[in-house]
C-alpha cells in the first residue's frame, strides 16, 4: 500500500492552517506555550543527533601505497656479500665463518640490495652516506605514491615517518617536507627507536590523528636506515643484523574524508598494539649496545622466537574477540576450562575464518615459520612474508608493505577479503592492523609486477651461489 506525501508546496499551508487550529481551540498563552515547548523538543533533538554523528568515529582509509625497488646496482648476492665480509680485516676468522652461515641459510635469493656504500671495500659508515640513503628510498617512494594517486603534497595534512635506527637532525620528517615543500601548517611526526613493528604504529598513530582532525589527508612512510648499523665486531648476536637487514621503504597515503570512500582500496577496522616492555627479557631481547671492544652493535638474543610467541599470544588474547567468529571463541574458552580441570592444552584458534590473507612480518626465516605453526596456518598464508623475505630480505617495518603489494601483484586481493597485517619490533612489541578491501583491486603494477610470474618459488634451506 502506497502512502499519500503532500506535495511540498503545500507543507507550509499546512502548517498554518494547523497553527489556526489549535490557537482556536487554545488560548493564546497556551499556544506559544504549545510552539515553544515543541520547538525545544525538536531543537534538542536535532543537537543530540548532531552530537552522535559528530562523536562517531569516522572510518580510516588506505587509498594506496607504494613500495621502493632498489637500482639493480645495489644488488648484494650471497656470493658477494660473501667476499665483502671475507675480505674485512676487521672480521677475525670466526666471525666470517657465522656471518657466512647465517647468510646461507637466511632465506634471501641474489636480488636483495643494500645501500650503495656497502658495495665498496672496506664498507664505510658515515652521516652522508646515511643521509644518501635515506635521501633515496624516501623521495622514491613518496614520489611514485603522488604520482601514482595524482595528490599534490600541498594537499597533506599530517605526516608520519618512521627509522628506528637513523634520526638526525633536522628530522627526516623535515627533510620530506623541505623537499616536497609542504604547506607550513602540517602536522608532522618523526618516529625513532620504534623497531620492525614501528609501521603499525605509525599507522595507529595516524588513524588517531585522522580522527581528531577529520576530512584530513595523511602520509606515512615507513624505512629502515641501515648504513651506520654495520657491525665489524666479534659478538655473534650483533653480527646477525649485518646478514638480515636490506634496504627498501614504503609510502602510505590514508584518508579520513567521506568522499574517499569511493575510492579507497581497504578501511581500517582494528588495530591491536602490545608491549611487552615492562618485562626484563622481552626489554632486552633486541638491543643497542657496546661489546667488550667499544663497538656500537644491536644484539638479537637466541630467545627472541620465545619473546616473540609470548607477544603473539598477548596480541592474539586481544585481537580474537574483535574478528573470530563466536564459534572459535567459544572453543577457545572451553578449552581454558578443560585445562584447569583436565590439564589439557589449549585449542588455537583458526583465524583463516576471519582473514583470508595475511601480512607477517618478513624478520626472518625462522620468524615466519614459527608463525606458521602457532596461527595453524598454510603455505599459501605465508607465501606473501616469504616471497618477500627471498626477494627483499628484511626490510624491517615495511616488510608487510611489500607482502600486501605481492598479494594485489597476484590478483588475489578482491572486495570484502580482509588481512592482517602483524609486525614485531624491539621492545618487545607485536602490532597488529586489520585491513577490510573496499574496492576490487585487481591484478596491481607495483614493485612486483616485473616477475611476479616467477612466484610463488621453492626456496632451499641452504643458499649458496
Known amino acids: 500500500m502506497q502512502h499519500s506525501q503532500v506535495p511540498k508546496p503545500h507543507i507550509s499551508l499546512l502548517f498554518f492552517f494547523m497553527a489556526i487550529v489549535l490557537e482556536i481551540n487554545m488560548g493564546s498563552s497556551e499556544f506559544i506555550f504549545f510552539v515553544i515547548h515543541h520547538f525545544a523538543v525538536v531543537v534538542a533533538a536535532a543537537l543530540v543527533i548532531i552530537y552522535l554523528v559528530h562523536k562517531r568515529k569516522a572510518p580510516i582509509y588506505l587509498l594506496d601505497f607504494t613500495c621502493y625497488r632498489p637500482p639493480a646496482s645495489c644488488r648484494v648476492p650471497i656470493s658477494m656479500h660473501r667476499e665483502l665480509v671475507s675480505l674485512d680485516t676487521r672480521f677475525d676468522p670466526d666471525s666470517i665463518a657465522f656471518q657466512i652461515k647465517i647468510l646461507e641459510r637466511s632465506g634471501f635469493s641474489s636480488e636483495t640490495c643494500v645501500?650503495?656504500?656497502?658495495?665498496?671495500?672496506?664498507?664505510?659508515?658515515?652521516?652522508?652516506?646515511?643521509?644518501?640513503?635515506?635521501?633515496l628510498v624516501i623521495f622514491s617512494v613518496v614520489t611514485d605514491l603522488f604520482k601514482k594517486t595524482n595528490i599534490n603534497p600541498k594537499s597533506i595534512d599530517i605526516l608520519v615517518l618512521n627509522s628506528s635506527m637513523f634520526s638526525p637532525t633536522p628530522s627526516l620528517s623535515a627533510m620530506v617536507i623541505?623537499?616536497?615543500?609542504?604547506?607550513?601548517?602540517?602536522?608532522?611526526?618523526?618516529?625513532?627507536?620504534?623497531?620492525?613493528?614501528a609501521g603499525i604504529v605509525s599507522v595507529g598513530l595516524a588513524r588517531d590523528l585522522l580522527r581528531v582532525h577529520r576530512n584530513s589527508l595523511a602520509l606515512i612512510v615507513s624505512t629502515e636506515v641501515i648504513n651506520l648499523n654495520w657491525y665489524t665486531g666479534k659478538n655473534r648476536s650483533m653480527l646477525l643484523t649485518n646478514c638480515l637487514f636490506r634496504m627498501g621503504g614504503a609510502a602510505i597515503l590514508m584518508s579520513s574524508q567521506t568522499q574517499d570512500m569511493n575510492k579507497a582500496k581497504y578501511v581500517l577496522q582494528h588495530l591491536v598494539r602490545t608491549n611487552r616492555a615492562g618485562d626484563d627479557q622481552s626489554y632486552a631481547?633486541?638491543?643497542?649496545?657496546?661489546?667488550?671492544e667499544n663497538n656500537v652493535g644491536v644484539s638479537i638474543s637466541k630467545g627472541i622466537i620465545n619473546v616473540a610467541g609470548d607477544a603473539l599470544k598477548a596480541n592474539m588474547a586481544s585481537t580474537g574477540p574483535l574478528v573470530l567468529p563466536f564459534s572459535e571463541q567459544f572453543?577457545?574458552?572451553?578449552?581454558?576450562?578443560?585445562?584447569?580441570?583436565?590439564?589439557?592444552?589449549?585449542?588455537?584458534?583458526?583465524?583463516?575464518?576471519?582473514?583470508?590473507?595475511?601480512?607477517?612480518?618478513?624478520?626472518?626465516?625462522?620468524?615466519?615459520?614459527?608463525?606458521?605453526?602457532?596461527?595453524?596456518?598454510?603455505?599459501?598464508?605465508?607465501?606473501?612474508?616469504?616471497?618477500?623475505?627471498?626477494?627483499?630480505?628484511?626490510?624491517?617495518?615495511?616488510?608487510?608493505?611489500?607482502?600486501?603489494?605481492?598479494?594485489?601483484?597476484?590478483?588475489?586481493?578482491?572486495?570484502?577479503?580482509?588481512?592482517?597485517?602483524?609486525?614485531f619490533g624491539s621492545g618487545f612489541k607485536c602490532n597488529s592492523a586489520i585491513w577490510k578491501c573496499i574496492h576490487e583491486v585487481g591484478v596491481e603494477t607495483n614493485v612486483w609486477s616485473d616477475r611476479i610470474h616467477s612466484y610463488p618459488i621453492h626456496v632451499l634451506d641452504i643458499l649458496k651461489d
Not at 623541505?178 to 620492525?196: D, V
Request: aromatic content about 12%.
Open 285 to 292: 631481547c633486541v638491543f643497542q649496545d657496546m661489546d667488550l
Open 115 to 135: 645501500p650503495p656504500s656497502f658495495c665498496e671495500h672496506p664498507i664505510r659508515k658515515s652521516l652522508s652516506f646515511a643521509l644518501e640513503e635515506a635521501s
Open 331 to 423: 572453543l577457545y574458552g572451553l578449552s581454558i576450562i578443560c585445562r584447569k580441570i583436565w590439564r589439557r592444552s589449549i585449542y588455537v584458534p583458526n583465524f583463516r575464518r576471519a582473514f583470508e590473507h595475511f601480512c607477517i612480518h618478513a624478520g626472518g626465516r625462522a620468524v615466519i615459520e614459527a608463525m606458521e605453526k602457532s596461527l595453524r596456518l598454510k603455505k599459501e598464508d605465508v607465501e606473501a612474508s616469504s616471497m618477500t623475505l627471498y626477494r627483499f630480505g628484511n626490510t624491517s617495518s615495511s616488510s608487510i608493505w611489500y607482502e600486501l603489494s605481492y598479494l594485489e601483484a597476484k590478483g588475489r586481493m578482491k572486495k570484502g577479503d580482509r588481512v592482517w597485517q602483524i609486525a
Open 178 to 197: 623541505n623537499k616536497f615543500r609542504m604547506r607550513s601548517n602540517i602536522r608532522s611526526f618523526n618516529l625513532s627507536g620504534m623497531g620492525c613493528s
